[in-house]
């Protein structure tokens, strides 16, 4: 019996969520685990794009499931995901740590996965850390993602293009003499 059977995938869709997607499927697809992917939306700014746009909520919804959907896809670069995903997008009615604690209990998560933007000083004392928050008070164990696994990711990808590009056209390989 695998350990992971359900990870719970957390987004704010910033920067750094296309390489947290994609250590997410890679997990999943090792694992065999099932990815529930889940944004938490603020009401306030639906409120926003309500008045501006006379959006519905439930339009606002699924316009928030098509952006994740996309970057999920963009993410594994058109490769078909291990099994499907779910994606589950919430209003904010409680703080976002709380509402993806709540998430992952009722969707029996064996590990929540989130990104962080890697504040300090200030802005992390007047904004608070949703990850921090998760680790502190989660019972399930937490994989945290820096927004510098975005870079990494990127470079590995420049470096398989490069040795891609190097490597001989020929089968050989070998020197001719």
Do not use: C, W
Request: glycine share 8%; no cysteine; proline share 4%.
């Amino acid at each position: 019996m695998n350990a992971l059977q359900r990870i719970l995938v957390a987004t704010d869709l910033s920067e750094g969520t296309e390489a947290l997607f994609a250590l997410a499927e890679d997990l999943a697809r090792r694992s065999g685990a099932q990815l529930i992917v889940a944004h938490i939306a603020d009401p306030a700014e639906y409120d926003e794009i309500r008045r501006e746009t006379r959006m519905g909520l439930d339009e606002y919804l699924e316009k928030l499931r098509s952006s994740i959907r996309y970057a999920f896809e963009k993410s594994i670069e058109g490769q078909t995901p291990a099994r499907p995903i779910r994606l589950e997008v919430a209003l904010k009615a409680h703080s976002v740590p709380q509402e993806l604690l709540e998430m992952a209990r009722r969707e029996q998560a064996d590990l929540i996965m989130l990104g962080t933007h890697g504040r300090t000083g200030l802005s992390r004392a007047m904004l608070g850390s949703v990850a921090e928050e998760v680790l502190r008070h989660a019972v399930t164990p937490v994989l945290v993602v820096p927004r510098s696994a975005a870079r990494v990711r990127e470079g590995a990808q420049v470096g398989a293009q490069e040795s891609t590009a190097a490597a001989p056209a020929s089968g050989g390989g070998g020197r001719d003499d």
